[in-house]
C-alpha cells in the first residue's frame, strides 16, 4: 500500500494533451506533384531517365515497382529564426516519396508550409545542415565565421542543396550513400557496402566508409581515423572498416558514437579538422619512390578515389566494375551517359571561390571517386589495358594528385566488454541530456536488452578533451531527453512513462486520457544488470521518494518492439496481462519540453513536460539556493519541489510563489501548519500530500478562525491605520492572544533536507532581495520575498538584517512576530559559509559609499543569479571611479563570488563576454561602458527597467556616446544609445565588403562597348547606404531611378488597326515616339539634380556620361524605332540643348571636394564632334562645382576662337559662375567681348552669336551678383529695353535677351532697395515700371546713342515699349531688387489689375510674374494657408470668374469669361510660386498641405467642363508652377505624395503636353529628390535669385524655343543646407555636420 501511495506521491501531470498528426502528410496529398507522378508513369522510361543522366538499363528498371504503401519519415526541431535566435515554434521536416515538406508551426500558431520540395527520385533522406563559408580552415575560427543555413536532400545519385539565401546545389554522389549526418563542419557520409563487394586483396589498402562535404562546391574527402594504440602509440588511418557505422552524431560537443558489428561494442570519437601532420601521414605515399608495385599499393587509395567520368551509373554499386574489368566479361558504360551535372547559380559560385573544384567541370569531384579497381600489379594492369576495357595510360596520368582529407575523428572512449551471451545490438537512439545540476550524459538505447546505458562526461580544465564516466544502466524500452527542464523521458517496459533527471529518477508521468497500465504481479521483475549503487552516482535522497529503491514493476505489454527479447526474460511467465485499448510504444520527436508519444494503435499524441517553475521569482530563487547546495543536496530539493509544483491539480500562477514557500520551508524543518502567516496563503488550489496532510472541509457556517485571519490580514492592518479610522474614533479590534502563546513553542526539525543550509539559503534569498531591488517591475516580487527573509532573520537572531529589512518595509515586518525556536545544539548542526556576513549586504549602499568615495567591500555575487548586480557594480567601477581594469578581467577585486561555479561556466562567461574585439582604441570610459554593456547583453529595455538614479551614471555614458558614435560599432550599440538611424547602416556594415566583391567580380564579366555603356544610366555611383536608411520602408528610390533614366529605348506601343496599312502604322510608331522623346529630353534635368555632388571621379579616367537615347522598342517583337528613318519630319538640333542638358547633370556629379585639374578636364574632350555639346555643358556644370577655376587661360582661349556656339555658352557661364560676386577683372573682359554693349563704340564689331550674347549678359550679372556697380547697372538697365536694330540686328529671340538683362540687373542690385548708392540719376525702378507697363521710349543716351539711330529694317515698333519684350525682365529685376524688403509702395506697383478694363492691357502669364514680384517684396506677409492664396486675386475677378472646383460655365454676356479665368489662375499659380520660394526645403506642414490642394484642384479642372474656357495649356502651366513649388517646400525629403504627382505627369505624354512642361515635372523630380536626399533648399537672397533664373514659370513649346532663355540652362549658385528633416530615419538625431554647399538651380 505505501507503494501505491508513493506512485501517488511522485505523479507529474503533463499538459496540452494533442493528437499530432505530421502536417507534411496532409499537404502532400493535395500537393500538384501527386497529378505529374501518374502522368509521369505513363511515359516510356528512357523519356523518364534521360533528364537525371542515368543509364538506360536503370531506366528500365524503374518501371518495375512494387506497389505497397508510400514510406514516409519526419522529424522536428525547435524553431530557428534567420538571425540565429530560438522562437517559440516547431519546424518539420517532412519525407514521402519525391516530395520533402517543411513546415512550421505551434500549439498557438497554425502550422504552415515554409518550402517544399519535389525532386527526380526517391528521396532517401532530407536533414537541416550548417554550412561554414570562410576561407580560413583552423578550428578556433569556426565561432567567428559566416554560416549558410541549408536544407539538404539525398537521392540516390546526388544530393541537393538548398540554402536559406535562395541558392541551389546539387552535389552528385561517386558511391551509394548509406546514411548522412549533418556535422559542425557540414556533411559526412557512409558509404553503403553492396553484398557482392570483392574483398581487397592483401597489399591492397581497403577503401574508406566515411566521408566528409564541407561545402556543396567542395569535393568529397575521405574521413581520417585517429585511435591509441597498445603501448601508447596512436594511429591515422582512413576509416574504412566496413563493420563499423554511425549510430550518432552531435554537433556540440562535436562527437561521433560508432558501433562495431564486429565486437558488438559502441565508440565515441570527436570530430575535429585533420591536422597538418595527419594528412601528411596519410598521404605519405604520394612522396614515396619504388618499384612500380610499391607505387601501385601506395597509391591503391588514390587511384580506386577516381572515376565516374568514365561513365559508371552512381545509381548502381561502385563496386560493379570491378568484377567486370578483371573478368574482361563487359567494359564501362559508355562516357555519354553522366549524371546530370549539378546548376549552380553564379552568386553561389563566387561564394566559394577557394573551392579546387571551381572552374572545372561540374563532375570535377566526382571524377576523383570512382571506386570501379584500377591497376594494383603489372599482371592486372595488362589486363585492364585489353580492347575491352576503356581505360588508357591518359586516363591515369592526371590522377596522381592526391585527394587531401578534411576532418578526422579522435577515439574518446569504448565500452566494456560484457560477459554476457547475449549478442549486443546496435543503439537505436542516442542523445545527450543533463540533470538539474547541469552534469552531462550520453545515452543510448539497446533495444534488444531493454536498456538505457548513461555514461556521464565533463570537459577537462582546459576543455581541450571530454572525460567519461562508468556505463549505468537503465531498464527503458524507449527514452527521449526534456531538454528545456534538464530531463529525460523513459517508457519502461511495464508501460510506464516515468521522467528521470540525469540518473535520479523525478516520478511518473500522469497523461490526462490515456490509461494507466494494471497487472496483477506474482513475481517482480530483477534489478537492472549493473546495480546503480555500484557506481558513482549522486547519493540518495536523504528522505526517499519511493523511486530510487522502489521495485520495479512490471505491466503487460502484449507488444514489445523486439518480442524475441520479452520471449526470452524468465520472469515473463510470471506476470498475468489484461487487455488495454491502448498503451504508449515509443516515445520520439522531443522539441524543447514537447514530446510525441506513440500510441498501440496506430495514432499519436504530443504532450508538454511542465517546466520547473513558471514565475520569475520563484525561477531565480530556485537557481540562488541551486547554486550554493551540494549536487546530490540540490538535486533532492529541485525534485521534491518538482513534484509538488506539477501534481496533478497543482497550483495556478499566481498561488505558485506560495507554494513554493511553503515547500522550501517545509524542506527546512518548518511545521508550515503552525505558521499562520503560511497557512493562510491563497493556494487557489490543492496542496500535495508532500507539504500538509489532508484538511478537513470547513462548514459552510464558518468558524472563528476565520475571524481571525481576517484580523491579520493586511487589509485590515491597512484600514486600521488609515486617516478616516482615527477620524471617526473607531477603536482597534485586538486579536485574540491565544494563538501567540502557541507559536513560541514552535520549533524546526533538524532531520529535514536543507536544514544544516538554512543559513546559507537566507543569505542568497538576501542577495536575490538586493538583485530585485534594480528591477522596477519586480515590487510585488520584493514584497513577497522580504516575508520569508523577515522569517527566517527572526529565527536566525539576525538583528541587523531586521532593522534592515524594517528600514524597507515596516509594515510587512510589523505584521509578522512569529518565531521558531531554534536550540544551540540545533545551531551546532547548521553549515554557517564563509560568506555570510553579519551585515546585510546593500546594493544602494555599496553605489552610495562609490558616489561619496568612501571604502567599499567587494559586492557579494551570485553567478548567473546577481547579474544586474554585479553590471551594476562594474559600472559604476568603470565609469564613476575611472577603474578601465574592472571590465577587463573576471577576478575583479569589486565583487566577491558567494559559490565556486564550474570552472567551464567561467570560461563560457569569459568567451561570451569578451567575443566583441573593438577594432579601434576606445578613447573614452564612456564609449568603453557602453561597448562593455551591449557586449555582456545589456539593452534599451533593461535600461528602462532599472531605477532611475541607479541607471542616471549609465544614461550619462550613452548619452556622451549619442553624440558622436563610431562608425564601426555594431547594430546592437546604436540601438542601446538611442541611435537607430545608425543601427541598419551598421548592421549592413559587412555587406558592402562582400557586395564590393561580388560586383568586381561580375564586373569583369560585363563587356565592354556600347552594350556596357547602356548599362549606365549615370546614376549608379549614387549613396545607396544613406538612401536606404532615409527611405528604408520601400523602394522610392528605384521608382526614381526608373523615371529618370535615359540610357534606354522607350516602349513605343502603338495598336495597328485594320484600316491602317504598313506604311501608315510606321509613320505613327514614329510620330508616337517623338511625342516620347520630347519627354527623354527633359530627364537629364532632373537626373542633374537627383546626383547632385555624389560622384568622386579618378583622374585617370573619363567621366562616364550617360547615353541619351532616342530611339523606341516596339512589342511584341521588340523591334527598334528610330526617327532617322525619314518617314516623318523631325526638327533639326532638336536633341542639341538636351545633349547639352545632359552633360551638364553629369557634371554636376562631380563633388566640389573631388581633386581634379587642368589637365583632367582637356582629357574629357569628345574627339567625336557629336559630343561636343555634351562637353559644352559638362563645362559649365565645372564651373557651378567651383572647378572650372582650375582650367588654364590658354585652353579657356582655345575653347572660344573654335567658334562653337555651345562651348562658348558652357563657358562663359561656368567661369562667371565659378567666379560668383567677385568682380573679376579678368573674366569681365572676357564676357565684355561677348557683350557689343560693354565695348568701346570705335570697336570692331564682332559676329558674337545672339544665345552666346545672352550667356555672357547672365554672366555679367553672377560676377557683379550684390555689388550695385553702378556702371554695370546702367548697361544692364539699358539693355532691357534694347530696340531692335540697327539694320538686321537684333531681330530674333529679342524676349532672350532682354529677360537675360532683367535678371543680371536684378542679381547686381540684389537686396539694395531703396539703398541703391550713386544710381538715384538712373532712376531704376521707375525706368523697369515703364517697362513693365509701356510708354513712349526715352531717348537712347550713353555713348551707343549713335548706334540705334539707324531703324531696323524688319521691326517697326516705332516709340513705344514693346511690353512683350521688356515686361518680365523688368518684373522679375523689380522683384530681386527689392526682395524681401516689405516696400509697399513699389509691391503697389506690382497688383494684379482690378478692373476690367486693364485687365484687357495686361497678359494673363504676366499676372504671374507681377504677383510673384509682389509676394517676393511683401516676404514676411506670405502665409502658409489657401486663404492667403485667394487674398491675392483681385474682388473682380473672385466674384466673376470660374472656381476651381467649378464644374459648369457660368453665363455672362458683359464680362469676357475666358480672361477672368486665365487671370484667375495665373494670379493663383503666382502666389503658390511665392509660397514655394518663402517655405523652400523646411518641409513645412501647413505650406506642403496648402500647396498640395491647390495641385489637386488643377488636376480636377483639367478633367472639367470649364477647362476648355480656361485652356488646357493655361491650366497645365500653372499645374507644373504648382508641382514646382510643392517641391520647393519639400526638397530633399522624397515626400511619396509629391512622388506620386510627379509620376502621375510623367506618364501623360499626349495632348497639349509639350517639352517645357516635362521639363517642369521631372525639375521638380529632381528637387524632390536633391543630392539622393541629402542636401535641401536655403532662402537666402542668393538662392531666391537662383532659384527665380531657374524656375522662371514660361516653359518653351519645344527643345529649340530660345524665347524663354530654356536653353542657356544658367545654373546658378545657392545655398545647399543638410536639411534638418524631422523624419529622416524616424529619429531626432540629426547628421550633426552641417554641409554648406553650393547645389544646382537650372535657369531657363
Keep these: 500500500m505505501s507503494n501505491i501511495y508513493e506512485e501517488k506521491v511522485t505523479m507529474i501531470a503533463a499538459g496540452d494533451l494533442q493528437e499530432f498528426v505530421p502536417f507534411g502528410r496532409d499537404h502532400c496529398k493535395h500537393h500538384p506533384n501527386a497529378l505529374n507522378l501518374q502522368l509521369r508513369q505513363l511515359q516510356p522510361a528512357s523519356e523518364l531517365w534521360s533528364s537525371d543522366g542515368a543509364a538506360g538499363l536503370v531506366g528500365s528498371l524503374q518501371e518495375v515497382t512494387i506497389h505497397e504503401k508510400q514510406k514516409e519519415s519526419w522529424h522536428l526541431r525547435k524553431g530557428v529564426s534567420d538571425i540565429g535566435e530560438e522562437v517559440e515554434y516547431d519546424e518539420e521536416l517532412y519525407v514521402a516519396g519525391n516530395m520533402v515538406i517543411w513546415s512550421k508551426g505551434s500549439k498557438s500558431q497554425a502550422s504552415a508550409v515554409y518550402k517544399a520540395f519535389t525532386v527526380d527520385s526517391p528521396v532517401l533522406q532530407a536533414l537541416w545542415c550548417d554550412f561554414i563559408i570562410s576561407q580560413d580552415k583552423s578550428e578556433k575560427d569556426d565561432w567567428s565565421n559566416e554560416i549558410e543555413k541549408c536544407i539538404c536532400i539525398l537521392q540516390g545519385s546526388c544530393i541537393n542543396v538548398h540554402s536559406m539565401e535562395g541558392k541551389d546545389y546539387i552535389a552528385s554522389l561517386p558511391f551509394q550513400v548509406a546514411n548522412v549526418w549533418p556535422t559542425k563542419y557540414g556533411l559526412l557520409f557512409e558509404r553503403s557496402s553492396s553484398a557482392h563487394e570483392v574483398p581487397p586483396s592483401p597489399p591492397r589498402e581497403p577503401l574508406p566508409t566515411m566521408f566528409s562535404m564541407l561545402h556543396p562546391l567542395d569535393e568529397i574527402t575521405p574521413l581520417v581515423c585517429k585511435s591509441g594504440g597498445l603501448f601508447g602509440t596512436s594511429r591515422v588511418q582512413y576509416v574504412a572498416d566496413s563493420a563499423m557505422k554511425i549510430v550518432f552524431l552531435n554537433t556540440d560537443p562535436s562527437i561521433i558514437m560508432t558501433y562495431d558489428a564486429v565486437q558488438g561494442l559502441h565508440s565515441l570519437w570527436i570530430l575535429r579538422r585533420v591536422k597538418p601532420e595527419e594528412q601528411n601521414v596519410v598521404l605519405k605515399f604520394s612522396e614515396q619512390g619504388g618499384t612500380p608495385q610499391h607505387v601501385a599499393t601506395s597509391s591503391s587509395l588514390t587511384a580506386h578515389l577516381r572515376s565516374l567520368s568514365k561513365g559508371d551509373s552512381p545509381v548502381a554499386s561502385p563496386f560493379q566494375n570491378y568484377s567486370s574489368i578483371h573478368s574482361q566479361s563487359r567494359s564501362t558504360s559508355s562516357p555519354s551517359l553522366h549524371s546530370r551535372s549539378p546548376s549552380i547559380s553564379n552568386m553561389a559560385a563566387l561564394s566559394r571561390s577557394h573551392s579546387p573544384a571551381l572552374g572545372v567541370h561540374s563532375f570535377s569531384g566526382v571524377q576523383r571517386f570512382n571506386f570501379s579497381s584500377h591497376n594494383q600489379s603489372p599482371k592486372r594492369q595488362s589486363v585492364s589495358h585489353s ?170 505489454v502484449p507488444e514489445l518492439r523486439d518480442s524475441s527479447k520479452l520471449h526470452d526474460s524468465p520472469f515473463i511467465d510470471d506476470c498475468t496481462f489484461q487487455q488495454l485499448g491502448s498503451y504508449i510504444h515509443s516515445v520520439r520527436d522531443p522539441v524543447y519540453n514537447r514530446v510525441t508519444l506513440e500510441l498501440s494503435n496506430g495514432s499519436m499524441v504530443r504532450i508538454t513536460i511542465p517546466e520547473i517553475a513558471t514565475s520569475e521569482l520563484v525561477k531565480k530563487c530556485l537557481q540562488a539556493v541551486k547554486s550554493i547546495l551540494p549536487k546530490e543536496i540540490a538535486v533532492q530539493m529541485l525534485v521534491k519541489w518538482y513534484n509538488v509544483h506539477n501534481a496533478p491539480g497543482g497550483p495556478s500562477y499566481h498561488s505558485e510563489w506560495n507554494l513554493f514557500v511553503t515547500c522550501l520551508m517545509n524542506m527546512m524543518g518548518y511545521n508550515t501548519d503552525r505558521l499562520a502567516w503560511i497557512r493562510n496563503l491563497d493556494f487557489e488550489g490543492s496542496l500535495s500530500p508532500v507539504i500538509a496532510p489532508k484538511k478537513a472541509r470547513p462548514s459552510d457556517t464558518g468558524s472563528d478562525e476565520d475571524w481571525e485571519y481576517l ?186 563570488k558567494v559559490t565556486s561555479v564550474p570552472k567551464k561556466n567561467q570560461m563560457d562567461q569569459n568567451d561570451n563576454r569578451f567575443s566583441f574585439r573593438h577594432s579601434t582604441p576606445v578613447n573614452s570610459l564612456a564609449e568603453k561602458l557602453v561597448l562593455w554593456m551591449t557586449n555582456v547583453g545589456f539593452t534599451l529595455r533593461d535600461l528602462e527597467s532599472l531605477p532611475f538614479g541607479v541607471a542616471l551614471p549609465i544614461r550619462d555614458a550613452i548619452y556622451h556616446c549619442r553624440e558622436q558614435p563610431a562608425s564601426d560599432w555594431p547594430e546592437a550599440v546604436c540601438l542601446l544609445i538611442g541611435r537607430q538611424d545608425l543601427s541598419k547602416q551598421a548592421c549592413e556594415g559587412n555587406l558592402p565588403k562582400g557586395k564590393s566583391s561580388v560586383a568586381q567580380v561580375l564586373s569583369s564579366d560585363v563587356p565592354s562597348g556600347p552594350e556596357a555603356e547602356e548599362e549606365d544610366d549615370g546614376m549608379n555611383d549614387m549613396n545607396q547606404e544613406v538612401m536606404s536608411l532615409i527611405w528604408s520602408e520601400d523602394l522610392r528610390v528605384q521608382e526614381v531611378r526608373r523615371l529618370l533614366q535615359s540610357a534606354h529605348p522607350v516602349r513605343v506601343n502603338v495598336v495597328q488597326m485594320p484600316e491602317v ?148 555658352i558652357g563657358l562663359l557661364l561656368g567661369v562667371a559662375a565659378a567666379k560668383l ?84 540687373l536684378g542679381m547686381v542690385c540684389l537686396g539694395h532697395g531703396s539703398n541703391l548708392i550713386g544710381m538715384s540719376d538712373l532712376n531704376v525702378p521707375e525706368q523697369l515700371y515703364q517697362y513693365m507697363v509701356g510708354g513712349h521710349r526715352r531717348f537712347q543716351a550713353g555713348m551707343h546713342r549713335e548706334k540705334h539711330k539707324s531703324p531696323s529694317y524688319q521691326i517697326k515698333e516705332g516709340d513705344t515699349i514693346n511690353v512683350d519684350v521688356t515686361c518680365p525682365g523688368a518684373t522679375l529685376a523689380l522683384a530681386m531688387i527689392y526682395l524681401k524688403t516689405n516696400n509697399r509702395s513699389i509691391a503697389d506697383w506690382l497688383r494684379a489689375p482690378d478692373t476690367m478694363y486693364l485687365l484687357d492691357f495686361v497678359k494673363p502669364e504676366f499676372l504671374l510674374l507681377r504677383t510673384l514680384a509682389r509676394c517676393l517684396i511683401l516676404w514676411d506677409d506670405i502665409l502658409p494657408n489657401s486663404k492667403w492664396v485667394d487674398s491675392n486675386v483681385p474682388q473682380i475677378i473672385r466674384e466673376n470668374s470660374i472656381s476651381l472646383n467649378e464644374t459648369e460655365i457660368p453665363s455672362s454676356e458683359d464680362l469676357n469669361l475666358e480672361t477672368l479665368a486665365q487671370a484667375h489662375v495665373y494670379i493663383i499659380a503666382g502666389a503658390c510660386l511665392s509660397l514655394g520660394f518663402r517655405f523652400a526645403g523646411s518641409e513645412n506642414l501647413a505650406a506642403f498641405n496648402c500647396l498640395y490642394k491647390f495641385a489637386k484642384d488643377f488636376m480636377k479642372c483639367l478633367s472639367a467642363p470649364t477647362a476648355s474656357v480656361t485652356g488646357h495649356y493655361n491650366l497645365e502651366t500653372c499645374l507644373s508652377v504648382v508641382l514646382l513649388s510643392l517641391a520647393m517646400v519639400m526638397a530633399g525629403s522624397g515626400n511619396l505624395k509629391v512622388l506620386q504627382l510627379c509620376r502621375f505627369m510623367h506618364k501623360k505624354t499626349g495632348g497639349e503636353m509639350n517639352y517645357g512642361f516635362h521639363l517642369a515635372h521631372h525639375m521638380a523630380l529632381g528637387l524632390l529628390f536633391l543630392g539622393g536626399g541629402r542636401y535641401s533648399l536655403s532662402t537666402s537672397n542668393c538662392s531666391i535669385a537662383a532659384l527665380l533664373c531657374a524656375l522662371y514659370p514660361h516653359f518653351p513649346v519645344h527643345s529649340t524655343d530660345n524665347r524663354s532663355c530654356i536653353h542657356l540652362e544658367l545654373i546658378v549658385v545657392y545655398d545647399v543646407r543638410c536639411c534638418t528633416k524631422p523624419n529622416f530615419c524616424q529619429t531626432a538625431f540629426q547628421f550633426s555636420q552641417q554641409f554648406l554647399l553650393n547645389g544646382e538651380c537650372l535657369l531657363r
Design 1061 to 1208: 496599312n504598313d506604311h501608315e502604322y510606321i509613320e505613327e510608331k514614329e510620330n508616337r515616339l517623338l511625342q516620347l522623346c520630347q519627354r527623354t529630353m527633359a530627364l537629364p534635368l532632373g537626373r542633374g539634380m537627383f546626383t547632385l555632388f555624389s560622384y568622386h571621379p579618378v583622374p585617370t579616367e573619363p567621366l562616364p556620361v550617360p547615353k541619351l537615347n532616342l530611339t523606341g522598342r516596339a512589342p511584341p517583337r521588340n523591334t527598334t524605332v528610330d526617327l532617322n528613318s525619314g518617314n516623318i519630319d523631325v526638327p533639326p538640333n532638336m536633341a542639341c540643348w538636351a545633349s547639352f542638358h545632359n552633360g551638364v547633370a553629369a557634371g554636376l556629379k562631380i563633388a566640389p571636394a573631388s581633386q581634379i585639374d587642368s589637365a583632367w578636364i582637356v582629357y574629357n574632350k569628345p574627339k567625336n564632334a557629336e559630343l561636343a555639346n555634351e562637353y559644352a555643358g559638362f563645362l559649365m556644370a565645372l564651373g557651378l562645382n567651383g572647378h572650372l577655376t582650375k582650367l588654364a587661360t590658354l585652353n579657356i582661349h582655345d575653347y572660344l576662337t573654335k567658334g562653337h556656339e555651345m562651348t562658348s
Design 387 to 556: 580492347p575491352n576495357s576503356t581505360s588508357n595510360d591518359s586516363f591515369l596520368a592526371p590522377e596522381m594528385e592526391p585527394i587531401v582529407p578534411e576532418l578526422c575523428i579522435d577515439h574518446l572512449w569504448t565500452e566494456a566488454i560484457t560477459n554476457t551471451r547475449e549478442k549486443n545490438s546496435p543503439a537505436s537512439k542516442v542523445f545527450i541530456t543533463s540533470d538539474l545540476c547541469g552534469q552531462k550524459f550520453l545515452c543510448f538505447l539497446v533495444e534488444s536488452q531493454l536498456q538505457l546505458r548513461c555514461v556521464k562526461f565533463q570537459e577537462s580544465n582546459d576543455k581541450t578533451q571530454l572525460i567519461f564516466g562508468s556505463v549505468t544502466n537503465l531498464q527503458a524500452k524507449d527514452a527521449a531527453p526534456v531538454e528545456k527542464i534538464d530531463a529525460m523521458l523513459v517508457l519502461e517496459g511495464n508501460g510506464n512513462l516515468v521522467l528521470y533527471t540525469g540518473l535520479v529518477r523525478v516520478g511518473k508521468v500522469f497523461i490526462p486520457g490515456l490509461p494507466v497500465p494494471s497487472l496483477t504481479m506474482s513475481n517482480t521483475m530483477p534489478r537492472p544488470s549493473t546495480p546503480l549503487d555500484s557506481i558513482s552516482t549522486p547519493k540518495p535522497l536523504s528522505k526517499p521518494l519511493g523511486s530510487l529503491d522502489e521495485v520495479v514493476l512490471l505491466s503487460p
Design 1221 to 1304: 560676386g567677385t568682380m573679376d577683372m579678368s573674366i569681365t573682359r572676357l564676357l565684355s567681348i561677348h557683350i557689343p554693349a560693354l565695348l568701346p563704340p570705335t570697336s570692331t564689331e564682332l559676329d558674337v552669336p545672339h544665345n552666346v550674347q545672352v550667356a555672357a549678359v547672365i554672366g555679367i550679372g553672377l560676377v557683379y551678383q550684390g555689388t550695385a556697380h553702378r556702371h554695370t547697372a546702367e548697361v544692364l538697365l539699358a539693355e532691357i529695353g534694347r530696340p531692335p536694330g540697327p539694320e538686321m540686328e537684333y531681330c530674333t529671340d529679342r524676349e532672350s535677351y532682354s529677360l537675360a538683362a532683367g535678371l543680371a
Design 711 to 896: 484580523l491579520n490580514s493586511d487589509y485590515h492592518q491597512n484600514v486600521e491605520s488609515h486617516l478616516l479610522t482615527r477620524a471617526l474614533h473607531l477603536n482597534p479590534l485586538e486579536v485574540s492572544p491565544m494563538k501567540e502563546d502557541v507559536l513560541h513553542n514552535l520549533t524546526l526539525d533538524s532531520s529535514t533536507l536543507l536544514f544544516t543550509h538554512i543559513p546559507a539559503i537566507f543569505f542568497v534569498l538576501h542577495l536575490v532581495y538586493e538583485e530585485l531591488k534594480l528591477n522596477s517591475l519586480m515590487g510585488e516580487g520584493i514584497r513577497s520575498l522580504v516575508v520569508l527573509l523577515v522569517q527566517l532573520a527572526r529565527d536566525l537572531q539576525l538583528e541587523p538584517y531586521l532593522d534592515y529589512y524594517y528600514r524597507d518595509y515596516p509594515t510587512l515586518v510589523r505584521t509578522s512576530r512569529q518565531t521558531c525556536i531554534i536550540d544551540q545544539a540545533q545551531i551546532g548542526l547548521m553549515h554557517h559559509p564563509s560568506f555570510f556576513t553579519p551585515e546585510p549586504p546593500s546594493i544602494y549602499q555599496w553605489l552610495s559609499s562609490c558616489l561619496k568615495g568612501e571604502g567599499a567591500l567587494p559586492y557579494p555575487y551570485l553567478s548567473g543569479v546577481c547579474e544586474r548586480s554585479k553590471l551594476i557594480v562594474l559600472s559604476v567601477a568603470l565609469y564613476i571611479l575611472g577603474d578601465e581594469r574592472a571590465v577587463s578581467n573576471e577576478a575583479s577585486h569589486y565583487l566577491s
